[in-house]
């Protein structure tokens, strides 16, 4: 019988439809300091550039729906 494949670490995926992801390339050091500022907050880089995101599109009027 084959074995059932490992599915990566449990909890880190969100549930299908919730969320998408999106790639992008930065510099590196704006990456670390994106990490950093995140754990000095106490949540994840991609949970800050969301909110630094929609805080920016509802300035901005972009992006609405």
């Known amino acids: 019988m084959a074995e059932k ?3 990566g670490r449990p909890g880190r995926k ?3 439809g ?3 992801p ?3 390339s930065m510099d ?3 990456i670390a300091r994106i990490k950093s500022a995140a754990a000095l907050r106490g949540t994840t880089a991609s949970l800050l ?3 630094i995101s929609r805080e920016w ?3 901005h ?3 609405k729906k």
């Open 22 to 24: 999106l790639l992008t």
């Open 49 to 51: 550039l969301e909110g």
């Open 57 to 59: 599109l509802d300035r």
């Open 61 to 63: 009027q972009d992006g």
């Open 14 to 16: 969100p549930p299908p």
């Open 5 to 7: 494949k490992k599915t």
């Open 18 to 20: 919730v969320k998408k």
């Open 28 to 30: 590196p050091d704006v």
